[in-house]
């Protein structure tokens, strides 16, 4: 199924990745909760009404805590660490999502400011195809996600010396427990509509615990604020932004985590297509590579070891880890508090409110049968704790490993 999205990339001129994010797949509650057998699935997600079928998507903002990132780090199987404690990397960039208006038309762009290299503006970032992993008897899911960037912007001069000024002048002031940044912006022409800032850290994977290895392999953890903006001065061109404390998040959280698998080896294959000349495809990487000349992975069970498929080369190796994971942090975002009664676990496991949508998440039974997750005691414990995780706000402040 990859395959085909990796073929049309080819001809994709500007930065891609492709990374596996976890998370939780949802599809729109149409359905009463109730037990759904194969065939009832199947014209569910087939109709032969002419409607178009419901569309399941993983929702990768994840409201853990900092003991959960820890006990992600941490993670263990077959009694040893698959991750480096200390990160390879670790970066703070700041994102000003901008609007321009053109007419009866607006231009997008995105302004990213990094920690150690030159600001760079580009196109929004988009999705060009997903493929998503459910794992029915697991807490969580993944989702394989190929994500495009333009770098070509149209920008008179004017603006790419507002943007220019905008990045000179930009400066983050930490404090405690929190982030805030400053800048100035002359006469601004475009609208910022959003910023983001972003821990980002990549933990090395470790083949047989062995940390002298090189390996390929990475989870990449992001804490993202998203910054309330704020505008002062007399033409309003100074800037302040900052994330509001966890009691004000009610209505709209702006603190999540997102968890995602790369491979370096992957994304510099994608990079080349940075410089592509529009009509034309790249001919630094095919699929049959980047899968590893196009061989299957070898089939695992429970007693294999961790490393069966991630032995496998390309992308295959990327997709075993993922299966690694995801199978054994069921006990991630779980919490600590009282569960609920159980009036009001069947609510919050039936329905995770999402942005003011409802939508809710069925599971594959052992019989054969989809089951809603209230349906078994422990996966309704389980969907509390993916409720929390999802939109949780703790008691007590989120800590962060940033800010």
Known sequence: MLEPVLGAAKAFPGRMTLEVQIGLILIPPTQPSGLMDLAELRKYFNPNTGLPPPKPFLYNRLAISKD???NLIGLRVAGRRIFDGEPYEESIDCEFHCVLPKGNTVESFLVTIFDDEPARTTGPNFPLGNIH??????????????????PYVKLDAQVKHDILEMTKNFRK????????????VPSPPFEIKKILMKGVSKYRYLRDGERDRTEDLYMRIT????????????????IKAYCPDESDQVDRPHRWSEVSLISSGTEDALESNWKLEVGSQTSKWNTATLFGQGMAPASSSAASSPDTLIDAPGLWSLFGLTETVVKNIDEIGSRSKEIPAASTKEKISNSLVLSGTSYSKDRVAPSGQVSQVSQDRNKSLASVAGGSRLREHEENPRESRYW
Not at 223 to 238: A, F, M, P, R
Request: charged residues 25%.
């Open 173 to 184: 002031i930490f404090s405690r427990s929190d982030i805030q940044i400053e800048t100035t």
């Open 133 to 150: 992993l459910n794992f029915p008897d697991n807490n969580w899911d993944a989702a394989i996600v190929l994500t495009g960037q333009s």
């Open 68 to 70: 959960d990132i820890e």
């Open 223 to 238: 804490e993202v604020q998203d910054l309330v903006i704020s505008y002062s001065g007399l033409k309003k061109t100074d």
